[in-house]
């Protein structure tokens, strides 16, 4: 998966107006809450994936979720959040997560950006990508104890296996 960069953007003072012609620069269909929120759908490898940008300027925060399309059932509850423990161990930024309200996966990042004067492009690209590539990475260990059998400790395990090469 790749992002087209959107070209000559500063850093501006809020940040979901970089994101936004970003967004439009790859033709992302999204939604925009005035200054504080955004969220927008991209298409991955495994899934449609649901992201979303909140601003908060006072606490100097920008903060992202990005979700799966799927839903957890009730009697898979404890297995995922086992699931979601094993990864989160694995993770040097960011987090899994489970919603007890909706039983929706995301993954969850904060970054602390001051006044939002350093926020560049370049910093927002990154988060979408480092969300996408989690979420993409962790999609089997998922579908492994949602719906494969596998316990929560061989799903991560098969999820965690670099592959080399092509068959």
Request: with cysteine.
């Amino acid at each position: 998966m790749s992002i087209e960069f959107a070209e000559d953007l500063d850093a501006v003072d809020n940040p979901l107006d970089a994101l936004e012609q970003i967004v439009s620069t790859n033709d992302w269909p999204f939604e925009r809450n005035g200054d504080t929120e955004m969220a927008f759908a991209i298409g991955g490898n495994f899934s449609q994936y649901h992201v979303w940008f909140g601003w908060q300027e006072h606490a100097g925060s920008l903060h992202l979720r990005c979700g799966y399309e799927f839903t957890v059932p009730d009697r898979r509850f404890r297995e995922i959040c086992e699931v979601l423990a094993r990864i989160n161990e694995q993770l040097w930024m960011g987090y899994f997560e489970i919603s007890t309200a909706e039983s929706v996966i995301n993954f969850r990042y904060t970054v602390m950006v001051g006044d939002g004067h350093g926020v560049s492009p370049t910093v927002l690209e990154h988060l979408v990508e480092t969300a996408l590539a989690a979420c993409e990475r962790f999609y089997p260990a998922f579908m492994l104890a949602l719906w494969g059998g596998k316990t929560p400790a061989d799903a991560v395990a098969a999820a965690m296996l670099e592959t080399v090469g092509e068959a």
